[in-house]
């Protein structure tokens, strides 16, 4: 095909970009009322893991989440069946995005261990009652566009020949591509954990995933032309999304840089001198706080990189899935969503500042 390599210049990317578009305008309004709300976060995980153990692509995994927010905002679902219930939307979204072969079979589900300590088996006439219910709830139509969607359409000049590190020209244009991916997959899967993200459009969620990753990446300018042209979206647009996203993303990073500084064995100087060398990047979180509000401003320029760091990774995310237990009752589930327990709490307040840069280079 002659525009294999650059299909998203061809017109049938055009127009399936402009009907992924019309149909966001006609999804489904989310209203926050389930009773079970705040157990969302839980079962979220729960779908990753599934998703992640059988390599399932992200449109499935994000539109299993979806059908799981639009289900519990419309039954009062009892905990016990949202286990099947995420399960279901789970396959049902595998069925419809991803490749026959790839979705998950009922013995091998049932063989998981996260279902063995959910003391939960799933039985063939359980499942597919669950999926007439879902199906009937959707009105059999699971044609509904997610962020999962339009990210790899965004993604395609989200970095390119003229972008700016630092204010200075890039020395890697493919190693930054690299990590653009990198960031925008751990900002999509941070769109997952909160349904406060199911205020905005899915294509805005995808645009700010990008101008986030870009901002993180000190590329200029943050959100350029190019970007405001294919996605219909200024910068003053995803401010409110990208900020909630970068909030998010110090909220893990120190989380991150606590527990390399608390790693058993070491004697307390060592520690403090690890502390001292992990926040030794945080001085710049007063410049990229402006930058928040004035995208077309420039980096000031610095020493050239020599391309990105080695270990130049993005904060982890969803470090307590591999983990996740299974409450056997409703008084452990709350506990595993407390605030103060280990799982982050991500219902963000809006301060309009960027307060924290993480180092994402090594100087």
């Known amino acids: 095909m002659e525009l294999e390599d650059q299909w998203w210049k061809g017109q049938l990317a055009a127009d399936m970009y402009q009907e992924?578009?019309?149909?966001?305008?006609?999804?489904?309004?989310?209203?926050?009322?389930?009773?079970?709300?705040?157990?969302r976060r839980y079962f979220a995980d729960l779908i990753a893991i599934v998703s992640n153990r059988f390599r399932l692509c992200p449109a499935a995994r994000h539109l299993a989440v979806y059908l799981l927010d639009l289900f519990m905002d419309r039954y009062d679902v009892t905990v016990q069946q949202l286990h099947m219930v995420s399960l279901s939307c789970l396959l049902l979204a595998s069925k419809?995005?991803?490749?026959?072969?790839?979705?998950?079979?009922?013995?091998?589900?049932?063989?998981?261990?996260?279902?063995?300590?959910?003391?939960?088996?799933?039985?063939?006439?359980?499942?597919?009652?669950?999926?007439?219910?879902?199906?009937?709830?959707?009105?059999?139509?699971?044609?509904?566009p997610t962020a999962a969607h339009f990210i790899e359409y965004y993604l395609s000049i989200?970095?390119?020949?003229?972008?700016?590190?630092?204010?200075?020209?890039?020395?890697?244009?493919?190693?930054?591509?690299?990590?653009?991916?990198?960031?925008?997959?751990?900002?999509?899967?941070?769109?997952?954990?909160?349904?406060?993200?199911?205020?905005?459009?899915?294509?805005?969620?995808?645009?700010?995933?990008?101008?986030?990753?870009?901002?993180?990446?000190?590329l200029s300018p943050t959100w350029p032309p190019r970007l405001q042209c294919l996605t219909g979206y200024t910068?003053?647009?995803?401010?409110?999304?990208?900020?909630?996203?970068?909030?998010?993303?110090?909220?893990?990073?120190?989380?991150?840089?606590?527990?390399k500084c608390q790693q058993p064995g070491q004697p307390p100087q060592q520690q403090q001198q690890q502390s001292q060398a992990v926040y030794h990047g945080?001085?710049?979180?007063?410049?990229v706080a402006q930058y928040l509000h004035?995208?077309?401003?420039?980096?000031?320029?610095?020493?050239?990189?020599?391309?990105?760091?080695?270990?130049?990774r993005p904060a982890s995310y969803?470090?307590?899935?591999?983990?996740?237990?299974?409450?056997?009752?409703?008084?452990?589930?709350?506990?595993?969503?407390?605030?103060?327990?280990?799982?982050?709490?991500r219902a963000y307040q809006v301060s309009m500042h960027y307060t924290c840069a993480a180092p994402c280079f090594d100087r």
């Open 318 to 345: 969803l470090s307590h899935s591999s983990s996740l237990q299974a409450p056997n009752n409703t008084q452990a589930i709350t506990t595993s969503l407390d605030p103060k327990s280990n799982i982050p709490n």
């Open 96 to 144: 419809f995005e991803d490749r026959e072969d790839r979705v998950p079979k009922l013995d091998t589900l049932n063989s998981l261990g996260c279902m063995s300590s959910m003391n939960l088996v799933l039985t063939k006439q359980g499942l597919l009652h669950m999926e007439l219910l879902l199906l009937e709830t959707f009105q059999w139509n699971l044609y509904l």
């Open 158 to 218: 989200a970095v390119q020949e003229g972008d700016l590190h630092d204010g200075w020209p890039m020395t890697c244009l493919e190693k930054t591509k690299l990590y653009m991916d990198k960031y925008a997959d751990y900002f999509m899967e941070v769109s997952l954990q909160d349904h406060v993200f199911l205020c905005f459009a899915p294509s805005l969620v995808a645009a700010a995933c990008v101008a986030a990753s870009r901002l993180i990446l000190h």
């Open 294 to 312: 004035h995208p077309s401003m420039q980096y000031p320029q610095q020493a050239p990189q020599q391309g990105l760091a080695l270990n130049h």
């Open 282 to 287: 945080s001085s710049q979180a007063g410049t």
């Open 20 to 39: 992924l578009r019309y149909k966001e305008l006609k999804l489904p309004s989310f209203k926050g009322q389930s009773p079970q709300l705040n157990f």
């Open 235 to 259: 910068w003053e647009n995803l401010v409110p999304c990208a900020e909630k996203m970068l909030i998010a993303h110090d909220s893990d990073v120190k989380e991150a840089n606590k527990q």
